[in-house]
């Protein structure tokens, strides 16, 4: 057998091309084997990515992603399902039985709420910007040949109430102008509309498509939390709340009803960094602006003229804005969509690194 190469191209059993090109597809490692047929089977846009360091890893059919980095996502899943399991498993039959139905119902509602809108900004699209788009030049053996010295600066856009403009870059590693308010995410070396910031607990950046999910997640996660702790302290303490129980002392609660307390403890512990980061950014969505620019332009020069001017003059407005009324359902790149061949955003173009790149 003659090899010219490290590339494999034999064929897969199907069960390992399903797993492995279909639930979960790394496109850096694809092309080691011979997964698709070129008239039958043409590849999908996620199979066909090209782009250097970019960590991602589709699933589902590039329907889903998430990167290539420690798995903290599944942590952060594992500590919302176990207080669930331990509630149903021990406390929600008799919370049913001598509070009140109503009690499980709404937690359990809260705690789907906060499931879906994780998994959804953990898992979607957070706003990338097609890459290839504003090529300055010709490009020979994946280097551009020339680009103009403005493709260098930052480019201010007039601004109606005065000379302070939005300001737009282009990005030399995505070959982009980009849009206002777009940054490009070192950890997933992209461009991110409305980039709000990385989270490692979702393995996922917080952007135009993913910031609304992340702000109802934090909200939906307390709400569940809080209902928890009402839960499990009613529990413990029914002894004090009724005339003819049988419990009557703490000790002898804590014997009988252990996994209440445990849960209890639990919520009070959980609790806190999500009701943290609400508040923030209850703050911030009160005026429209991201957390990158409160940490860029307000947190580090208290003291400069920093204008936003995304801010709508209405705290009302402003909420609604980035609660309810975001668009988040719009992607720019579809993966799942067939790959065309020479389509130019999905092949790898080595970054600017001069004015005579």
């Not at 207080?83 to 119902?105: G, Q, Y």
């Not at 103009?148 to 000379?163: A, C, K, S």
């Not at 702000?215 to 029914?238: C, D, K, N, P, Y």
């Not at 911030?284 to 409160?294: A, D, G, K, Q, V």
Request: glycine residues 2%.
């Amino acid at each position: 057998m003659e090899v010219t190469s490290d590339v494999q191209t034999r064929k897969l059993p199907f069960v390992y091309r399903f797993i492995t090109n279909w639930l979960v597809t790394d496109p850096n490692i694809i092309d080691k084997y011979e997964l698709y047929d070129k008239e039958n089977q043409p590849k999908k846009n996620y199979q066909a990515s090209r782009h250097q360091n970019v960590p991602y890893i589709y699933l589902l059919g590039g329907r889903w992603r998430t990167i290539r980095r420690k798995p903290i996502n599944v942590m952060s899943i594992i500590i919302l399902i176990v207080p669930m399991v331990l509630f149903l498993v021990f406390d929600a039959k008799w919370t049913w039985r001598h509070v009140s139905p109503s009690l499980v119902i709404l937690f359990v509602y809260f705690w789907l709420l906060s499931m879906s809108f994780f998994i959804t900004a953990a898992v979607a699209d957070p706003g990338i910007v097609p890459r290839n788009i504003h090529l300055p030049s010709k490009i020979t053996h994946s280097q551009i040949a020339q680009a103009p010295e403005e493709y260098f600066y930052t480019v201010t856009l007039p601004y109606h109430y005065g000379n302070d403009g939005v300001t737009v870059k282009y990005c030399s590693t995505c070959h982009i102008w980009r849009p206002p308010r777009t940054s490009h995410c070192s950890v997933c070396n992209c461009c991110i509309i409305n980039h709000d910031h990385h989270c490692v607990f979702l393995n996922n950046c917080v952007g135009w498509r993913t910031y609304k999910y992340f702000l109802w997640f934090l909200l939906t996660s307390v709400t569940a939390a809080g209902l928890l702790i009402v839960i499990s302290f009613v529990e413990v303490f029914h002894y004090r709340l009724v005339d003819n129980s049988s419990v009557h002392s703490f000790h002898q609660s804590i014997r009988e009803h252990p996994v209440s307390l445990l849960l209890a403890i639990y919520g009070c512990l959980s609790v806190v960094y999500p009701l943290l980061l609400l508040v923030f950014h209850l703050f911030l969505t009160s005026n429209n602006i991201t957390t990158r620019e409160y940490l860029n332009y307000v947190h580090k020069h208290p003291s400069s003229d920093y204008i936003n001017v995304y801010d709508s003059h209405s705290v009302i407005r402003n909420l609604y804005i980035n609660w309810w009324g975001r668009a988040s359902s719009v992607t720019l790149v579809k993966q799942s969509d067939t790959y065309q061949p020479g389509d130019i955003r999905f092949e790898r173009v080595q970054p600017l690194s001069s004015f005579n790149a």
